[in-house]
């Protein structure tokens, strides 16, 4: 069980905007730790969607967003593709277990 | 380009050990710090260790789950990464990916290797 709860599943129709939430707690997000975000196509390696809460790498269309609020981090997808189908991560850290890299369960995104 | 060219996964028997190593290109691999992240089939990602640059003396640490039995080193004159796996249990069967550690404060995962099959069966 990972300190990082993430939805199993969301889904939306194309056009759509979806969330997918990460909740943590007080020694990870709720501790001001950074929330980042990775997209794993199927069959692929994950690539960094949204790093430090709410920042785009570039390339990364603007329909992603990140957001932070007290003990969880939220990405939006906004215009929903078939192409953003996949599984999404967050990732930050936590004091508690003092190793540098805690990952969310994962959610599948599903376009329908 | 930056890339990261996983290697040396395949079947092992469980107690049994595998090196992993990753080539590294298209960057000064000396200045990062280099991870592992596996990911069982069908499962999320776990990570599984860092070893970090020689300006933080190569410093390592690692998940619970491996601590004692895998062993991650670096070679910067030969730009590697390895990964030396030790007592293997059929729950370390997983797709290994080696990950380069952003610079830039964040410690983001910015680039991932393709990753490499280990299976741990009798």
């Known amino acids: 069980q990972s300190v990082l709860t993430q939805p199993p599943s969301v889904s939306g129709a194309p056009g759509q905007r979806v969330t997918i939430s990460c909740t943590g707690s007080?020694?990870?997000?709720?501790?001001?730790?950074?929330v980042h975000w990775y997209q794993q196509l199927p069959g692929t390696a994950p690539k960094l969607l949204i790093y430090?809460?709410?920042n785009r790498p570039s390339g990364v269309p603007d329909r992603f967003s990140g957001s932070k609020s007290g003990t969880s981090a939220s990405l939006a997808i906004t215009g929903l593709q078939a192409e953003d189908e996949a599984d999404y991560y967050c990732q930050s850290y936590d004091s508690s277990l003092s190793v540098p890299v805690v990952f969310g369960g994962g959610t599948k995104l599903t376009v329908l | 380009e930056v890339q990261l060219v996983e290697s040396g996964g395949g079947l092992v028997q469980p107690g049994g050990s595998l090196r992993l190593s990753c080539a590294a290109s298209?960057?000064?691999?000396?200045?990062?710090?280099m991870d592992w992240v596996r990911q069982a089939p069908g499962k999320g990602l776990e990570w599984v260790g860092r070893t970090r640059n020689k300006a933080n003396s190569y410093t390592t640490e690692y998940a619970a789950s491996v601590k004692g039995r895998f062993t991650i080193s670096r070679d910067d004159s030969k730009n590697s990464l390895y990964l030396q796996m030790n007592s293997l249990k059929t729950e370390d069967t997983a797709v290994y990916y080696c990950a380069r550690v952003d610079s830039s404060g964040y410690e983001t995962f910015d680039y991932w290797g393709q990753g490499t099959l280990v299976t741990v069966s009798s």
């Open positions: 430090g809460n709410s």
């Open positions: 298209g960057f000064t691999f000396s200045d990062h710090y």
């Open positions: 007080s020694s990870n997000i709720g501790a001001g730790y950074d």
